[in-house]
């Protein structure tokens, strides 16, 4: 099992521009998230989705946008990046079935410029 | 809402000095609780979990964590640590059942060796 995997590494952006991050877990998880990751806050949740079809915001939405493709993937759309948008983006999964730990990917860093 | 308060943002300790890091968190309902670390240019792993039970945990490389239910506290502990320890740990909370992961800030520890 390969796990969440993320697409890409690393992405550089002017401001305006427009990208897609893409996310992949083949363990068969309900539940997908996307974070953000800034120095001193903490993984912030952008957007989840509990099941193939169905996405919510999270703490920290605007600007993003999320489609979960099926029930492998979730991808997050930056329709026209900012500079406040230079992160680090984590996409998790998690099982539903009972209580169960998130599954991290090994991230995406982005930087807009 | 759910918040979670990590007390220390950055720790030094020499190498073999114990180390117990905080985390308090503001739910008041049942909880599972959770401490994920990442290690330089990584993604998140998971250290530990408390979902119920006994509120002593161990985790993986030598990591305990203890559950006080009438503090709202998740501290970890580790009683020697070793320089390949240096990371930054976070503590995460959700509600039971829940599919929504609330993370501290992050304390960066640093080993001297």
């Known amino acids: 099992n390969a796990g969440v995997t993320q697409t890409p590494k690393f992405q550089v952006l002017k401001t305006g521009q427009s990208m897609t991050l893409q996310c992949a877990q083949d363990m068969n998880h309900n539940s997908m998230y996307w974070y953000r990751q800034d120095p001193g806050m903490g993984l912030r949740l952008i957007y989840y989705?509990?099941?193939?079809?169905?996405?919510d915001k999270g703490e920290v939405p605007n600007g993003y946008n999320v489609s979960r493709l099926n029930k492998r993937e979730f991808s997050l759309r930056l329709e026209s990046a900012a500079p406040s948008q230079t992160s680090v983006y984590f996409c998790?999964?998690?099982?539903?079935?009972?209580?169960?730990?998130?599954?991290f990917g090994p991230g995406t860093r982005l930087t807009v410029l | 809402a759910q918040s979670v308060s990590q007390h220390n943002h950055h720790v030094i300790l020499s190498e073999a000095a114990s180390l117990e890091l905080g985390c308090n968190y503001s739910?008041?309902?049942?909880?599972?609780l959770f401490w994920y670390v990442q290690y330089p240019g990584q993604h998140l792993q998971l250290l530990l979990k408390y979902f119920s039970g006994d509120p002593l945990v161990k985790g993986i490389k030598g990591f305990e964590a203890e559950f006080i239910k009438s503090k709202f506290s998740f501290n970890l502990r580790k009683p020697s640590v070793q320089w390949s320890d240096t990371a930054e740990y976070f503590c995460?909370?959700?509600?039971?059942?829940?599919?929504?992961?609330?993370f501290g800030a992050g304390t960066i520890l640093r080993v001297k060796s």
């Open positions: 995460a909370v959700n509600m039971e059942y829940g599919n929504k992961l609330v």
């Open positions: 989705s509990a099941s193939e079809g169905t996405t």
């Open positions: 998790a999964s998690r099982v539903d079935r009972g209580n169960n730990e998130q599954f």
């Open positions: 739910y008041g309902g049942t909880v599972n």
